[in-house]
């Protein structure tokens, strides 16, 4: 189940590596005047209560000048029929949408369990079955989802009376015909309340969701909401400066 919930974030991360290019040919940010170095690009002092909240605007990227210069190599390299076939094999695997009709992406981890530690059993060591982070995705299309292939095969093809389809162990929810969320069954009522009803409601803020808006890519983590243990080894040594921060 890991591997399927896997896809949606993985999915943001690979988009969000395509939000550097864009960047690449902006001129820096203008200087207050003196020799020093430039001034902050205008970064909003945002707070979350989440551990993770991060939103990218792919449309941002889609309509970029390096992107269609990204599309026009392509063609040039006689590559589309390749391109075609990478997009459709993603359309596959995240409801018939292919990447170039997502136009935002949002992901919130709002809990990750403490870590199992395993039990000593005559004979074996067992591992308890852990808790799932507790996560909602919320992915936003130019077009239209065609519910039919959102929805897995072996899972509900009709709606609770609250409007969510179970799949494997999360839910899935359509506010309206060009958004999809996905969320952990425990967070239900809070995204009714919420986003649901408004955009701007819970995972989102008034304020997360104007930072959002303002940014092609903008994301708040906050290490001390992540359960010590959880990363072990080399894992652990990598992310230990980030692990280090308050937010």
Known sequence: MLRRMSIIPLTALLLACLAVLPACKKKPPASDGGDGPPAPGGIPNVTSEHVLFAHLKAKDIRDSAVFAELKQAVAKADATADWDKIEGEFAREIGGLKPTE???????????????????????????????????VIVTSSKAIDKAKAIRPGTDTKPDSRGFYKQWEQLLHFPDDKTLVMLHPDLA???????????????????????????????????????????????????????????
């Not at 995972?203 to 808006?213: G, I, W």
């Open 102 to 136: 997502i136009d935002s992406v949002t992901v919130c981890v709002t809990e990750i369990p403490p870590q199992v530690e395993p039990k000593l059993i005559p004979g074996k060591l067992a591992f308890p079955q852990r808790d799932e982070p507790k996560l909602i």
């Open 189 to 247: 009522q809070k995204y009714l309340d919420g986003y649901a009803k408004s955009p701007t409601g819970w995972p989102l803020t008034p304020e997360l969701a104007k930072a959002s808006a303002d940014h092609t890519l903008f994301a708040i983590l906050q290490p001390t909401k992540i359960p010590t243990g959880l990363l072990r080894g080399e894992s652990a040594d990598i992310a230990e400066p980030l692990m280090a921060a308050q937010t």
